[in-house]
């Protein structure tokens, strides 16, 4: 390894972590069109910006994709039930408010469709809001509990949940009539699921894999 190389990857080591700044919504909008090579997720709120750059990792990866397969397992129980999971799309409230969820999940008809020359962004304005939206948090579980929550619960959505990667853990909210959130140990959108069963089954993936532990919860719900 040559110096100079070294040296980067000290300073990616140590690169801060991402904050959330002061910004109008044009300077999201530069974000968000700007072309680059990089995965980068965008947040936009109140007259702050929070911009999350860089490839997932290999737990984040494997959670996300783990509650994607769960989403799956769950509604092929029930025959006829229409779903639609949209994890990592952008979701935008023009000239006011924006996210990028790891986890977006419609329940039932009205899920957002695709036109040919039509942005590649969830617009609110055009699309009705998701039953539920989650963040899979490693670095970022301050942000997910505090500005993304409030981000998503001034964007109306339902139900959010918080998948905590290292305190092994699911924190699941309810949007109550004041606007506000409110923990829940059943999700209401995933109609009667124990997020205790949630927390369970993320606790497979330290002996297991994604798979694996998908395939635990199924036979769980054998119980249910």
Known sequence: M?????KANRTQLNAPLPQWQPAKWE??????????????????????????????????????????M?????FSRIPGQIFDSLGGCLIEKPNTKAASPDLVLYIGEGSPRWQEGEPRYLNLNQWR??????????????TDLDEKKQLYAAL????YWVVDIRGT???AFRL??????QQCEYSVAVKGLPISLLEQTIAQLSQG??????????????NL
């Open 2 to 6: 040559t110096p100079a190389t070294a």
């Open 27 to 68: 300077d999201y909008l530069a974000w968000r069109d700007k072309l680059t090579s990089e995965r980068v997720r965008l947040f936009f709120n109140g007259g702050y910006l929070f911009v999350d750059m860089g490839s997932e990792g290999i737990n984040h990866a494997r959670y996300s994709e783990l509650f994607t």
């Open 156 to 159: 109306e959505i339902p139900e």
């Open 70 to 74: 769960l989403f799956f397992i769950w």
């Open 129 to 142: 809001v998701p039953d539920l939206v989650g963040e899979v948090g490693d670095t970022t579980i301050a």
């Open 209 to 222: 894999t994604n798979g694996s532990a998908a395939l635990w919860f199924a036979q769980q719900l054998a």
């Open 176 to 181: 109550q009539s004041d606007g506000r959130y």
């Open 169 to 171: 853990r699911v924190l």
